[in-house]
């Protein structure tokens, strides 16, 4: 066994065992389970939200896109703040109305709002199938990375194994805690590594960064630039704006548990002014893409371009640290998606009607959903993979029933939200699976027919005098799921 693989494997347990001790006393209900009892402060915060920032691809892939793609990487670096700019005052009001009516998901939220439990649950068939493949993303990342620095696929599968099995354990043992102090470490331990990587592979390949660019410049100077093909100004353009969409509309559901487990608005503000900083790190992976540039044949996989000069430049024991910081990278992300699937699927979709119910539906969801990816990730590795390019595309779709339910909470009934969502989804679908060779987010083109739809029904539906099946209720509680011990109702008071 090689001296990467047992430092990775050391790691991974470390990784685990800190996951475990999140645990603080006994987990009442899936509530409890999904967001903390809703008590987290602003640096809690910070390390649960920026999880959602940097996963596997996120590490690897930046620099991957920087090596294909040139300065067209650069469109992950504005979207974050931008949308965090947003969220400073959207996020309170999300986090508040959870509050008051005890929900947990994104589902519970919709089904509240529009007044039916059957929206709430097509909600969550979409989140949960729309994030199987980010999961699997996650799991096939991670034995990507111990196969490129190990050479070995068998220890790539073990690695997969052996993470997601812990994932499981610490997760279904500690929930959103958990994820929490796993948070910590991860963001730690990747920092330090980016750190080292910056320093040291600019400087030992070409001698420093300004001669890394100044190389680009006089070999490949169309990389410094967005230029046509596959990675032109329609990609950059668009890729940023449905990116800060999902991201400010929290169209992926596992980003709502974090943001409910917040402690107060006052948390939840502080958060999003400070946390754009942290998108900053995603600089780091790039510049090592554009060293890969001047350094590695172009035949290299793209996505494995940063392990590949960590490979050629550090020892052994260090490419190991490289690689349990890519481990914490999936690791962690997928216990927070893994919190947002299962809660989906006890609270929307099985609709159990007791706490035990929902406990042990949680607890089934999670480890079949998890086996399930960690299945398809070993046999099948690029049998989801088209449908990764619908994860955001096919959420994004949710961005009109997002929006009129935070900005126009009676302007619209569920009929032309439904239509135009359904209508949304199979333009994605058509457009990612079928002849579709444009360079435009394929999410992005579907809004518009989608919000076409949704413009007209409302027409429509003013016309007869206003919406009546589906209309908003705002003022009462969802019925789609039992309140959650703890939860606050409206007019009572929070406890912090």
Do not use: C
Not at 49 to 67: C, I, R
Not at 98 to 117: I, K, M, N, Y
Not at 257 to 266: I, K, M, T, V, W
Not at 443 to 454: E, I, K, Q, Y
């Amino acid at each position: 066994m090689s001296t990467t693989l047992v430092v990775t494997l050391v790691g991974i347990l470390v990784i685990a065992g800190v996951g475990l001790l999140g645990r603080r006393g006994a987990i009442t209900d899936v509530s409890d389970w999904a967001v903390g009892g809703r008590r987290f402060g602003s640096w809690t915060m910070w390390f649960l939200q920026a999880g959602e920032v940097f996963t596997t691809f996120t590490f690897l892939g930046m620099a991957g896109l920087a090596f294909a793609g040139g300065a067209a990487a650069l469109y992950a670096l504005p979207y974050v703040p931008l949308a965090y700019a947003g969220l400073y005052f959207l996020g309170p009001v999300v986090w508040r109305r959870a509050r008051e009516q005890g929900h947990v998901t994104q589902a519970d939220f919709l089904a509240e709002h529009f007044g039916s439990r059957a929206f709430g649950g097509l909600v969550a068939v979409l989140g949960v199938v729309f994030l199987l493949p980010y999961l699997q993303l996650q799991i096939t990342g991670l034995g990507l990375a111990v196969q490129l620095a190990t050479g070995e696929k068998a220890s790539g599968t073990l690695s997969m194994v052996v993470a997601f099995v812990l994932v499981v354990a610490f997760v279904l043992w500690a929930g959103i805690r958990g994820v929490a102090t796993t948070s910590y470490l991860k963001d730690a331990l990747m920092l330090v590594v980016l750190i080292v990587l910056l320093a040291v592979i600019p400087a030992a390949v070409n001698g420093g960064i300004g001669p890394t660019f100044e190389s680009v410049l006089a070999h490949a100077p169309r990389m410094l630039t967005i230029h046509a093909g596959e990675y032109d100004a329609g990609y950059f353009i668009s890729s940023t704006v449905a990116s800060t969409l999902g991201v400010l509309f929290l169209t992926l559901p596992h980003s709502w548990p974090a943001l409910l487990s917040a402690g107060s608005e006052r948390a939840v503000r502080r958060n999003y002014a400070y946390l754009p900083i942290y998108s900053l790190a995603l600089a780091i992976p790039m510049v090592i893409g554009f060293v890969a540039l001047t350094a590695l044949p172009p035949s290299t996989s793209s996505n494995g371009a940063l392990l590949v000069l960590a490979g050629q430049v550090f020892p052994s024991w260090f490419v190991g640290v490289v690689v349990v910081a890519t481990a914490a990278t999936a690791m962690v992300p997928a216990a927070g998606i893994l919190i947002g699937m299962s809660t989906l699927v006890a609270r929307n979709v099985v609709r159990t009607t007791t706490v035990r119910g929902q406990t042990v539906t949680n607890q089934l969801s999670v480890v079949g959903l998890t086996a399930l990816a960690l299945v398809l990730a070993i046999v099948r590795p690029d049998l989801l993979a088209n449908l990764l390019l619908l994860t955001y595309s096919g959420l994004d779709q949710l961005v009109p029933a997002l929006a009129l339910a935070l900005f126009a909470r009676r302007w619209v009934g569920l009929r032309p939200i439904l239509a135009g969502l359904v209508v949304g989804e199979v333009v994605v679908v058509v457009l990612t699976f079928g002849p579709y060779a444009g360079t435009v987010n394929e999410g992005l083109v579907a809004l518009v027919p989608n919000l076409v739809v949704v413009a007209l029904g409302a027409l429509l539906e003013r016309r007869r005098g206003g919406p009546r099946e589906g209309t908003p209720r705002a003022d009462r509680a969802t019925e789609s799921s039992p309140r959650p011990a703890g939860s606050v109702a409206r007019g009572e008071p929070s406890v912090d």
